[in-house]
C-alpha cells in the first residue's frame, strides 16, 4: 500500500493565482482530512470529509474548497492565492471518525506565495 | 472549540528519560492522541489514551488523567532520533469528527 499520497511536494504561486493540490489514499478509508501547519505551529484543520460526496468545514476554511468524488481522493482548491496561505499542507485519513481512529498523514505539499 | 496547551521547547540527554506534558478541556472528552513529527516530515501516530492509566509502548509510555483534563507522553532511554515534536491532539469539543491539535512540543536529545 502506498497510504496516503500527495501531490506537488512543493509549490511557488504568485499572488492571485489558483492550484488544486492532490491527495489520494489506497486504504479505503472513509474519513480525509485537509490541514494546513505554519512555522512552529500545529496542525489547523481546513476541511474534512466523512465519505463521498460529503464535506464539511474544519476550523481555517476560508480562501479553500474542497470534492471528494470518490473514496480514494480529497483535493484542495485554492483561489486567489494570498501570501497568508504560505504554509505545509497535509492530507490524512482515517477509517472512522476521531475515536480511537489514528489518522495517516501524506508527506506534505510546501506551498509559497510570493 | 477545544484549548489543548504543552510546553514549547524540552532538551533532555540522550539516555535520560523525559516527560511531555499536555493540558486539554475535559467537556466532551473521548480520548487523547499523541503523534511524534521530525522535522520536514509528516505527523506519525504514537498513542491513544482513552481510560486513566498509564499505556505503555517500548519505550514510549502516554498517561491519562480525564478527571484533571492531563496527559503525559514518557519517553525512556533517550536516543538522538527522538529529537522532534511530539503533538497532543484530541476531538474537537462538539464534534468526534475533528481533532484539535496543539502547537507541538519541540524536544532535542543532546549527546
Known sequence: ??????????????IGQSMTLQC??????????????????????????????ITDKGEVPNGYNVSRS????????????????????????????????EQFFGPGTRLTVL | GQNIDQPTEMTATEGAIVQINCTYQT???????????????????????????LEEKGRFSSFLSRSKGYSYLLLKELQMKDSASYLCAAPSSGSARQLTFGSGTQLTVLP
Not at chain 1, 480525509?32 to 476541511?47: A, F, H, N, T
Not at chain 2, 499523541?34 to 491513544?48: C, D, I, R
Open chain 2, 27 to 53: 467537556s466532551g472528552f473521548n480520548g487523547l492522541f499523541w503523534y511524534q513529527q521530525h522535522a520536514g516530515e509528516a505527523p506519525t501516530f504514537l498513542s491513544y489514551n482513552v481510560l486513566d492509566g
Open chain 1, 24 to 53: 489520494t489514499q489506497d486504504m479505503n478509508h472513509n474519513y480525509m482530512y485537509w490541514y494546513r501547519q505554519d512555522p512552529g505551529m500545529g496542525l489547523k484543520l481546513i476541511y474534512y470529509s466523512v465519505g463521498a460526496g
Open chain 1, 70 to 101: 470518490t473514496t480514494e481522493d480529497f483535493p484542495l482548491r485554492l483561489e486567489l492565492a494570498a501570501p497568508s496561505q504560505t504554509s505545509v499542507y497535509f492530507c490524512a485519513s482515517s477509517y472512522r471518525t476521531s475515536y480511537g481512529n
Open chain 1, 1 to 14: 500500500n502506498a497510504g496516503v499520497t500527495q501531490t506537488p511536494k512543493f509549490r511557488i504561486l504568485k
